[in-house]
């Protein structure tokens, strides 16, 4: 699940947020993100992404790397934290933890996802929430409201839904979210601030940050 490298131009802003932490931002070409969406840490976004307003990419315990064609809807929050015991005491050196998302998946309105390994094609409905040790292979879709902490990897096309969690593997992957991107990327101009392009231009695309391992398929 690698971010494209085709592009050898892509948009990089800097700042610094609270709690010390330094925000970078690299965008591949066609992504959008929404100025009020809140993002913290190093953060590299692929290409034709969309991330909403109010938004939350939080980058604390690592570098978040995010590949093609993901829609990211408002509220929702992609976070990459350190487990409680790890957080470590401040000034103390770290080793950092990357978190690797892959390509064309859907993040519903209020869904929170820390898993630091997901796949392609995979759908957070709305209020789902998805643990810092669960790990999403490809095609997933995880209902509304269903929450999964469990120390897991999720196998391909899995299903879980219901009040009770239940589990069953789909015939089919969700559907992919390009339609969603192409309708955004005209419209939520005209309505809302856009983040924009840095005056200084990196030399590569936002792939360069990291490559991320193979998405092993079982």
């Known amino acids: 699940m690698p971010i494209s490298r085709e592009h050898s131009t892509a948009s990089a802003a800097s700042s610094h ?7 970078t931002l690299r965008m591949g070409a066609g992504t959008q993100v929404c100025a009020d969406a809140e993002l913290k840490g190093e953060i590299a976004i692929g290409q034709k992404c969309f991330v909403h307003p109010k938004a939350r990419i939080i980058a604390e315990a690592g570098p978040i790397i995010i590949g093609d064609g993901n829609v990211i809807e408002e509220l929702a929050q992609i976070v990459n934290e350190f487990d409680p015991s790890e ?5 103390v050196p770290v080793e950092k933890q990357v978190m690797y998302i892959g390509s064309n998946n859907t993040f519903e309105i209020g869904a929170t996802v820390k898993s630091k390994k997901v796949g392609d094609n995979n759908v ?11 790990e999403v292979s490809n095609g997933c879709s995880i209902g509304s409201l269903c929450s999964v902490t469990c120390r897991d990897r999720l196998p391909e ?5 219901g009040q009770e969690k ?14 969603m991107y192409e309708y955004l990327s005209h419209v939520a101009p005209k309505f809302h601030n856009m983040k924009r392009s840095s005056k200084t231009q990196s030399s590569s695309s936002a792939a360069a940050a990291a490559t991320p391992p193979h998405q092993s398929k079982h």
Do not use: D, M, W
């Open 124 to 134: 957070f409905e709305c209020k789902s929430f998805v643990g810092r040790h669960v």
């Open 17 to 23: 947020s609270g709690a010390g932490i330094r925000t």
């Open 166 to 179: 239940l589990r069953r593997i789909a015939a089919e992957r969700p559907q992919n979210p390009n339609i």
């Open 87 to 91: 957080r470590p005491p401040t000034g």
């Open 157 to 161: 096309n899995c299903v879980i839904y």
